[in-house]
């Protein structure tokens, strides 16, 4: 009887939705239903979808359907995050274009969808490498270009030399890149930016809108990568030099214990500076700092080098002369790439001063040892010492003092610094949104006019074509980049780089609200109505690149008057990793499970509920640890109640057995608690629960042909609908009932059913009723005992005397034995 096989209904399902449709978001403003906006991080196309997929998507699947079950008018759309590396990558290999490997491969994915079944509306699928895409991702540049948030300079950049490309700071991880894991190298060009720096502000600042929505750890990251700092800009004057330098520093306070000046080894303060007999250690020095990583340059650990550059700098305040140093701990793009060194307080500056012998002075006196002599710098709060009108304050009072006098003097002002740099947006790579700007000799940068809009890429480059040569393969496609000019009509190239996958991606949810328009990147109408998103679901990776790319380009939209809100993403969840044998799956260490087998072996609704049952979403799931033959088995359970369940359709819940109501009633309440604090895996173990009540009343209660069954077994249908969608519907028609299950309604609970009732529980010692209790008819064993030996009535009649046995049957009767 428990032969039921969830890979049996799948086709047939498959087909009976495709015809129904019955996930389409409805625009109409006819349609009374409030809007709910349901969101998933789109896919990347390498290949099918993986074991991470089925997680991530049966996650938010929850979301969306019980917003479906709720009666909302729900958006739960699907697209593809299609431009990118690895799709240029096979085609190099192939000798073919890279659409024709990512298209095969949405279609592949895509197939895998209709089979894994999340409530889509297919009629909004986009790609981010269709031309009908991209036309407006290059609009949206050329907006953030007349606002000045797009622009072009020369300078120090990351340089993958596997990848042959350009990188975000974002994209470099410990000194290596992100995609291929190569030793990131420094390199001087000219590139792209988007000002991301010019919202720092309102990007900290709008996280309020966030807190109790987004997971804690992303505030948290977004927070530090953000990185603001207060406190002092200050100017000091360089010997034989015009222009002052200004250091930013996060401690004024300490300007009296300045006893050295260092600037970045890198920046072109120090090239200009260096005094010509330091030249030729100083050049050497240089040429070992180009090769060094960000991370090990800013690392305590490390011995400090350095050279002096034969040149002094005049403390503003007290006029001493301090010698300049170039050194690499000091990063040339990070405030102004010079700082003031105070080596008492700072660890840095001491390690530094005592490698370099240079002078340490105490200027705050925290009651701890001299820095000079333990090696510990004192970075806490004291008393101001050796400070002239510092003396006596502590740091906050002296911080104020020194900012307040240093203005008054015109040497200096409280400032703002921020860790965040722009965005570096070009890449030197094929497979991307082409840059609409054209150079001219004559009018120089001149943006495409928007009526010459996409600039496509061109198709007729294969193989070899496309493989890294430093700059981008577009470069060398003449017939493409040779263009007359838009102003002057003369010679004129366009601009061969193509912009980061992370710009395609900032903007695509906008996109969905009305993926077929063709006046503007989104119809603002649609976004009004639909947006901000209210539930977005997907992985932890993305907590700092793409969350925080996509706020800004909400802030920019919403600056240029096209959204009336200011965060895009509601809520976030991100779900865990499902790893194998406690570590991540990989396909080089053969650490692997294959989503495809899986449902091939277990059946769609079985992966499903074994990724929801694991655990919290948040969590991780070890694969290994997972069994799928427990899911098969209860959803066999399901089945058979609703094959056997035989009161009619429509028959009086109320004139059925009430124990079973009861317990119907609570598991709705529960569940649906349950699935609006995302507490999944415990909604399905009172699923499980129900499952379980059910079966006992068909057995040995009131029988199959009791409405409470019914009622019961139409229950666990539309609650397991969240969760294993296929057997849901299955059993929904087996009970009757017309499908689709997933909009069948939420069931509610009554309340009348919630109301715990109680049952008498008799107390005996040696055999004789001494007490009686009223007690829920769930009580535990445990807790029965122990209401049993607390009471005094069985105290009394114990008289003293120990106990041998307490015989507990729950809920009725518990038996004392006297020793
Ligand atoms: C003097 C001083 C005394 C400092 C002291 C700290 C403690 P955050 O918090 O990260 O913003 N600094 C400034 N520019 C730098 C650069 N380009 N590269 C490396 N370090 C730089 O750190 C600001 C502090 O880091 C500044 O305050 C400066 O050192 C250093 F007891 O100035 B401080
Ligand atoms: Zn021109």
């Known amino acids: 009887a428990d032969s039921y096989d969830p890979r049996a209904v799948q086709e047939k399902w498959q087909a009976r939705w495709a015809e129904m449709d019955p996930y389409r978001a409805e625009e109409s403003d006819d349609d009374p239903r409030e809007r709910r906006y349901a969101l998933d991080m789109f896919p990347y196309p390498s290949g099918d979808l993986h074991m991470g997929h089925a997680e991530a998507f049966a996650i938010g699947d929850v979301v969306a359907r019980y917003w479906f079950q709720r009666g909302y008018n729900v958006l739960h759309p699907i697209g593809w995050d299609s431009f990118g590396l690895p799709a240029e990558n096979a085609a190099i290999k192939r000798n073919e274009h890279p659409a024709k490997w990512t298209y095969a491969n949405i279609e592949t994915q895509a197939a895998s969808f209709r089979r894994y079944a999340p409530s889509f509306d297919w009629s909004r699928r986009l790609h981010t490498s269709d031309p009908e895409y991209y036309k407006w991702t290059q609009w949206l540049f050329l907006r953030f270009y007349e606002r000045g948030l797009a622009y072009r300079k020369g300078g120090q950049v990351n340089w993958c030399p596997n990848d042959q490309t350009v990188l975000a700071n974002e994209q470099v991880v410990g000194g290596h890149c992100e995609r291929c894991g190569a030793l990131v190298e420094r390199r001087t060009l000219t590139q792209w930016y988007f000002r991301i720096t010019e919202y720092a502000d309102r990007l900290l600042e709008d996280m309020k809108q966030l807190e109790g929505k987004w997971p804690e750890r992303v505030l948290v990251m977004q927070r530090n990568w953000i990185g603001r700092s207060t406190g002092a800009d200050v100017d000091f004057v360089i010997e034989g030099r015009k222009e002052p330098v200004t250091v930013f520093t996060t401690r004024p306070d300490t300007l009296y214990g300045a006893t050295f000046f260092v600037v970045a080894a890198d920046a072109p303060l120090a090239d200009e500076i260096c005094a010509p007999e330091q030249r030729a250690e100083?050049?050497?020095?240089?040429?070992?700092?180009?090769?060094?990583?960000?991370?090990?340059?800013?690392?305590?650990?490390?011995?400090?080098?350095?050279?002096?550059?034969?040149?002094?700098?005049?403390?503003?305040?007290?006029?001493?002369?301090?010698?300049?140093?170039?050194?690499?701990?000091?990063?040339?793009?990070?405030?102004?790439?010079?700082?003031?060194?105070?080596?008492?307080?700072?660890?840095?500056?001491?390690?530094?001063?005592?490698?370099?012998?240079?002078?340490?002075?105490?200027?705050?006196?925290?009651?701890?040892?001299?820095?000079?002599?333990?090696?510990?710098?004192?970075?806490?709060?004291?008393?101001?010492?050796?400070?002239g009108p510092l003396n006596g304050l502590n740091k906050a009072e002296a911080i104020k003092k020194i900012i307040q006098i240093l203005e008054e003097k015109g040497l200096g002002k409280a400032a703002v610094n921020y860790r965040l740099r722009d965005w570096l947006v070009s890449r030197q790579r094929f497979w991307g949104c082409p840059i609409p700007i054209i150079h001219c000799p004559s009018c120089g940068e001149v943006p495409v006019p928007d009526e010459d809009l996409p600039v496509t890429l061109p198709d007729n480059l294969r193989g070899a074509d496309l493989a890294p040569k430093g700059t981008s393969p577009l470069a060398a496609a003449t017939d493409w980049v040779n263009v007359s000019c838009p102003k002057c009509g003369g010679a004129a190239k366009r601009d061969s780089d193509t912009m980061d996958t992370f710009v395609d991606s900032s903007w695509y949810y906008f996109r969905y609200c009305s993926p077929d328009y063709t006046e503007g990147p989104f119809d603002v109408e649609q976004v009004r109505k639909w947006m901000p998103v209210d539930q977005y679901t997907g992985g932890v990776e993305h907590a700092i690149l793409h969350l925080l790319y996509s706020r800004f380009f909400t802030k920019v939209l919403h600056d240029m008057g096209m959204v009336d809100f200011t965060e895009p993403f509601t809520r976030l969840l991100n779900q865990g990793q499902v790893i194998l044998n406690g570590k991540a799956m990989s396909k080089s260490t053969g650490n692997l499970v294959d989503l495809g087998e899986q449902i091939a072996e277990h059946g769609v609704d079985v992966v499903r509920l074994a990724m929801l049952f694991s655990g919290p979403p948040e969590d991780d799931i070890d694969w290994a640890d997972v069994s799928p033959g427990a899911m098969t088995k209860f959803l066999g359970r399901v089945h058979r109640i609703a094959a056997e369940t035989a009161a009619p359709v429509g028959a009086d819940p109320a004139t059925g057995d009430v124990a079973l109501r009861r317990v119907t009633h609570r598991t709705i309440d529960e569940v649906t608690t349950l699935v609006e604090a995302y507490r999944f895996n415990v909604a399905i173990a009172r699923i499980m629960e129900l499952v379980s009540a059910t079966r006992r009343a068909i057995d040995s209660g009131p029988g199959a042909a009791d409405p409470a069954v019914r009622e019961a077994a139409e229950t666990i249908a539309v609650l397991l609908s969240l969760f294993a969608p296929y057997t849901a519907e299955e059993a929904w028609e087996l009970l009757g009932r017309q499908a689709p299950v997933a909009k069948a309604g939420w069931p509610s609970a009554d309340p009348a059913l919630l109301v715990e009732e109680e049952v008498t529980c008799v107390v005996q010692v040696a055999g004789k009723v001494r007490d009686r209790l009223q007690v829920s008819p769930s009580i535990s064993e445990e807790e029965l005992e122990r209401l049993a030996l607390a009471s005094e009535k069985v105290t009394a009649a114990l008289g003293g005397a120990g106990i041998r046995k307490v015989i507990v049957r729950a809920p009725k009767i518990v038996n004392i034995v006297p020793a």
Request: proline share 6%; hydrophobic share 35%; glycine share 10%.
């Open 282 to 387: 100083f050049e050497a020095y240089r040429e070992q700092v180009s090769r060094e990583s960000e991370i090990d340059r800013l690392s305590t650990e490390r011995e400090k080098t350095g050279v002096f550059l034969g040149r002094y700098a005049i403390n503003p305040v007290n006029g001493e002369r301090i010698p300049i140093w170039a050194s690499d701990y000091v990063l040339a793009e990070y405030g102004h790439g010079a700082i003031m060194a105070v080596p008492a307080h700072d660890q840095r500056d001491l390690d530094f001063a005592r490698k370099f012998g240079l002078p340490v002075r105490v200027v705050v006196d925290t009651g701890e040892e001299d820095p000079a002599v333990t090696g510990v710098a004192t970075p806490g709060d004291g008393r101001l010492i050796n400070s």
